[in-house]
């Protein structure tokens, strides 16, 4: 699967980047901010985006919102330490395939991607 990484840590993006690539998947691009995820989507078209909720300038919520609006259909792993079951509930209804809370091992990513297939 084609993957964007959104995440405002480059250290983060590489960790992720490389666990993704060892699973056998491929990342067409990555951004750290609101403005660069909704860009590089439209740029890469992925079929799936991880997408931490803290950015800088702004939140994966709303790059969440955006992108849905603009009938975006990849599928989308929230990644993030706010592991509160309201905030995982309203990502799910705007179309958030998974949540996986950090901190995250290669395992937990694995079994995350499963459940898109």
Do not use: W
């Amino acid at each position: 699967m084609k993957f964007l990484v959104v995440d405002d840590s480059e250290a983060a993006r590489f960790m992720l980047k490389s666990m993704l690539e060892t699973l056998g998947h491929s990342v067409v691009g990555e951004a750290g901010s609101t403005e660069e995820a909704v860009e590089a989507y439209d740029k890469y078209k992925p079929e799936a985006v991880t997408l931490d909720l803290s950015l800088s300038r702004g939140n994966g919520l709303e790059v969440l919102k955006v992108l849905r609006g603009k009938g975006a259909v990849a599928k989308v792993i929230v990644i993030s330490g706010n592991s509160q079951k309201k905030v995982q509930d309203e990502l799910r209804a705007l179309g958030a395939s998974g949540f996986i809370c950090k901190p995250f091992n290669l395992e937990e990513l694995a079994a995350a991607l499963k459940e898109l297939q």
